[in-house]
DNA sequence: GCTTTGTTTTGTCCTAGACAAATTACGTCT
DNA sequence: AGACGTAATTTGTCTAGGACAAAACAAAGC
């Protein structure tokens, strides 16, 4: 079997880097120098890849580019602390009220177990404190974990779809809201949606009536669907990942896209550093959002 | 207030057109002609915006960019029949055994509506039934109405919303698998899960041992996850709206990541003309994944 | 009818320059 | 020392036009 290698399309995939900031950091750090085919075109080796990988972790962590490429392995030792593999600590078998406990589950890849370890949570500190005080805290942790490269990409993925799915569950099962109609959705991009999932459970739970619409909706979609669902509520929801120069400028495209009468609410983790704009609600923490949604009702 | 006008970064977001090719476009077809803002950047303004989204939705139906960017006015007419908006049909009170009766509560925006008569018919049917003869042809319809025009983005959301939850709350009631064990996602840029969902609740059926990654995982990860979960299939879905001049490279690319002791199972409506590779197996249809797990069965 | 060969269309990649927004460093003032 | 304003730097994104291969189509042959 060749050596694998990836051409510039297949690297933006892998490691989210924009074919410009690759041919850029080529030309403006020396690294990475792919080989190149026949044709002239770029061909990255798997080691290059993979090390791309790193330093984009490492970034979103809050280190700086030109660092990163520069130094040569210390940073792999000193940053990047990979998680020995085969620690495997045993399961507290004690109360297990934890979150150590369920993230131990994903890291033996033992969905069924997570999923179980969940419910029971859920049943036990009910609805609201399960999202409040278990789901955000992990989600955190997880993502925590996951910038220091103890846990993998799959791993990470399979905690957020059986979360999503607990979740969905859940709220299926309240009953018809009576309103305010709240329109949730993410902007193209944004493909994170447990956030908007915690928030519909809780507004749900509050008796709000709640028009899940997934991710990604073009900013002239949302426009229509909050005409289309007469909704009084937009709410949106930006994770931590999500390019922080970008949200400004469309929280603010949006603001001017929606009618004056609909409310903004923005929250997730995205917009810890965003600026308050006029007509536009800025809910950096969950609870944020339940007292928004008593605020609402006083002023209607 | 303003005319509102998008940078080309925003004009990619809304309609899926990469820079690359509206610049390319811009140089050669002579549409479309953005003003430039104060440093000599694109500005696109959104009646050209609009154009573009129509124009982008009859390429996926088949069009050729070229005719239809010369054609003045008269493809808008001719091909792009817009739903009357005020027909409102009345809802079919009889048997209902139509897929236009479910696609109406859609057109109407009553979520509620919509989940109660699809769990009518999860019941009547059963699951397997449910999945064959009213979510995938429901599916396959809502894009057609898509491609015509006769469905908002939005609205196609919602359904997939909302079905994606039905299926999901369905699946978690079946009793765990004995095996094989079936590991599904989706490559990077592919965010259509509803295909998947189908297959994971026809083969859960099964008993097969379902893993459900979510979507958007890149190929590196997806040899990592199938050795950590010790995975003996892994199953992929590209949806129609996929890029189809990537989708070979890409499988066959994974297959080379993948341990040949690993089959790959390939499925979706986007790989109507794959071509053959060794080591994959294409699904094209749902009951073929059927098919394939009986087969697998029978050789281990 | 079908297959093969040439032509057009179309998207993606390439180089290399420019600049603004964000971030850091520095110097001054309180 | 700490706060503040300004200068330098870092960094991503945009621009221009050129090139080419893969796909789609058209035409000709069997």
Chains 1, 2 share one sequence.
């Not at 490691?15 to 750090?29: A, C, I, N, P």
């Not at 700086?64 to 792999?76: F, N, V, Y």
């Not at 902007?187 to 459970?201: F, I, R, W």
């Amino acid at each position: 079997m060749s050596t694998l290698s990836f051409n510039i399309a297949a690297v933006e995939r892998d490691t989210g880097l924009s074919k410009d900031v690759l041919r850029m950091w080529e030309r403006r750090y020396g690294f990475p120098v792919p080989e190149r085919d026949a044709n002239g075109e770029r061909l990255y080796p798997a080691a290059q890849v993979e090390r791309l990988r790193l330093i984009k972790r490492l970034m979103d962590q809050g280190h700086r580019p030109g660092k990163l490429i520069a130094a040569p392995e210390e940073e792999l030792a000193a940053l990047a602390p990979r998680r020995p593999r085969e620690t495997a600590a045993p399961l507290p078998k004690a109360a297990g009220d934890s979150l150590d406990e369920l993230i131990e589950y994903i890291r033996r890849h033992d969905g069924p177990g997570f999923q179980q370890a969940m419910q029971q949570r859920l049943v036990r500190q009910g609805l609201q404190a399960f999202v409040q005080d278990t789901v955000a805290p992990l989600t955190r942790r997880v993502g925590e974990a996951w910038e220091e490269g103890n846990i993998e990409v799959f791993e990470e993925h399979l905690f957020t779809e059986l979360t999503k799915r607990l979740l969905r569950q859940t709220i299926a099962t309240l009953p018809a809201g009576r309103g305010p109609r709240v329109l949730l959705t993410t902007v193209p991009e944004e493909q994170h949606v447990l956030g908007l999932l915690m928030v519909e459970a809780l507004l749900a739970l509050e008796g709000a009536e709640c028009i899940p619409l997934g991710t990604q909706m073009p900013l002239l979609d949302i426009g229509r669907a909050a005409e289309a669902h007469a909704a009084d509520i937009v709410a949106l929801s930006f994770s931590i990942a999500f390019p922080q120069r970008q949200i400004g400028g469309l929280v603010q495209h949006l603001r001017q896209i929606l009618p004056p009468t609909v409310a903004l609410w923005v929250g997730g983790g995205g917009i810890r550093r965003l600026a308050a704009q006029p007509g536009v609600a800025l809910l950096p923490q969950l609870p944020d959002a339940i007292a928004a949604l008593q605020a609402w009702r006083g002023t209607h």
